[in-house]
């Protein structure tokens, strides 16, 4: 089943002091460590280099002496000795993502923590924070009807039944829903400033987390040296209606990338059309794909239909790192092989990150003001609008359900601030158009905007990002250094670049059946292997017994060599694979989904070597049988050592290591 587009867009005991020099001398109120509930990297000290706290703050700030939520902090120290006093604050997308689970993983190597602290805090309702609004409603439902092809009043009527369902729970347990929005959002980060002993501070914010800072600029200016909005969220735009006429936009974006380069264009020849005849094929007869629940170790049946396949295209322009992977996946999927498809599917399906509650709330009460039967669809592809109304309806009944409070008109002005702003834009970016991001600067009077032709939603990782991000911080009063613009470049993955081995990401991430098959090849290459123990022993015993002498027939002679050698070449084979694939994690290689970097394409002559050689064997072992020179040990051993290596063959044929030196 497909999920409606609403549902994807959600798809990163010491007391915290900060920086020397700039801390208060003693605690703040309701701050308090806690232990990291992360792991930390190799050289960072708990208390030290990262220190971990919560911050308590009141549901409602209209109402400081009622209920209380507990935010999840974050601070990693700058690798400086005399850090700069204004940090970097980070807020996540969503909304209802974790900060700290996304920038955990990716803050502590960044240049931006030569000069400053950097402070990550999980927003009220998200993953880490207390309570967190998580909604396993939405999974349950979605595990029981992975396999059933439903029509999209179906789908929708599941759906608006699991956001019912949480929204019960959450109100049964004392919640309240309404304090979960924008305003309350902003008055948490100036609060956590404040309890953390900064003067300014430097804010930077992704997808939602550009709408949360338009609203901080908005309510607490007097608290922010900087902003950084990256993959803009203006208020004065309700995305989700816009979704498909954005998601138009970025195929466009795709499609021209690919034709406007030599390789890509020469390899996936007219790739719209190719997307859309596999988009027409599955609306007419879905495929039949596996979805991993890598959390849990478990594996489901599910129908890709047209409108699925569109979503996982949809989702993974939303990541820079799969861009040059997308013509490939269409390609690949149009053939029938569904490897990334089945990745990114995996991921948005079981991604138990997202506080769903969180999204709901904050969209109902800010962005869920618009009229389906009012929205322009001109000059979108018609095929992208299917159901559109009916999703858009879906989102509106949701909200009703939800039943929080309005924000009223107001959150939907723009933002007029002359705090320093840079705005990041992304060429290929599904959901947030660099149109958006020129909208937001208008009424920003000392911003500057910049947009990458080879990101998606989302800048930051970007080298050339990162270092437009560090220069504007470090002198937010000017323009930043932008020339790095002008040699980005996106570098389409073509054929010749990757050898198709897709068992080996399923092995990484520890699939059953992929599992089973290396398992079964490691043990029949043992089997093997013991041709090298066995053989050199019974040699030696016919030396001291005095049967060195005897003559012997020529299967007598090969036969030892070639399951020897045999053993040989799978074990190097292993090997080989083994140290690849170490070498792509290390390096965070994306072709691992596909297989392995036509660079390594040699490693495959060893399993079609062995290959050649168990059909030797097979031979050799039916002379054995013919002929009298063996005795009967002998001749079942080395039968078993033939259909061992016959066995291997078979399993580098069903994965393909049979074929990688000539695909």
Known sequence: ???????????????????????????????????????????????????????????????????????????????????????????QGGPGGSTIEYFTQVLFDSPLRNRRDLVLFDQRGTLNSSPALLCPEFLDETIKVLDEELTIEQENLIYRQAADNCHARLVSEGINLS?????????????????????????????????????????????????????????????????????????????????????????????????????????KQPAAIHLSDSEKGATYKALLDGDAMISTVFQSLYATELLPLLPKMIADASAGRWTLVERVQSLVTFDRTIAEGMYYSVICSEDADFDPAKIDYTGIRPRLLKDERANNEALIQVCKDWNVAQLGPAADEPVVSDVPALLLNGRFDPITPESYGRLAAQTLSHSYVFTFPNTGHGAFGDDCADRIMADFIDNPSQKPDSSCIEQARIDFVTPKDVVDFPVLIKALNLEPNALVQFGLAALLGLVLLTAWLVYPVAWLARVMGGRAGRPTPIYGHLAPWAAMLAGLFVLAFGVALAVVSVLLVRDNNVLVLFGIPAAYRWIFIFPLIAGLLSLAMAALAAAGWRGTYWPGWRKVYYTLLALAAVGCTLLFGVTGALWGLIG
């Open 1 to 91: 089943m497909s999920l409606p587009r609403f549902w994807i867009a959600l798809l990163i005991a010491a007391l915290l002091i900060p920086a020397a020099g700039h801390a208060p001398q003693a605690a703040r109120p309701g701050l308090q460590a806690s232990p990291c509930t992360f792991t930390l990297p190799q050289g960072e000290r708990e208390g030290s280099t990262v220190v971990c706290a919560t911050l308590s703050v009141p549901e409602a700030y209209e109402n400081p002496g009622g209920a209380t939520i507990e935010l999840a902090v974050v601070v990693i120290k700058s690798l400086s000795s005399n850090p700069r006093p204004d940090p970097i604050f980070f807020a």
């Open 179 to 283: 304090a979960f929005n924008s305003y309350e959002n902003a008055q948490d980060v100036d609060t956590l400033r404040q309890a953390l002993g900064y003067q300014k501070i430097n804010f930077y914010g992704v997808s939602y987390g550009t709408l949360l800072g338009l609203h901080l600029m908005k309510a607490f200016p007097d608290g922010l040296r900087s902003v950084i909005l990256d993959a803009v969220v203006p208020t004065n735009i309700d995305f989700n209606p816009e979704s498909a006429r954005t998601a138009d936009r970025a195929l466009t974006e795709l499609f021209s990338a690919c034709q406007a380069d030599p390789e890509c264009s020469r390899a996936y020849p007219n790739l719209e059309k190719t997307f859309f005849d596999l988009i027409d094929r599955l609306d």
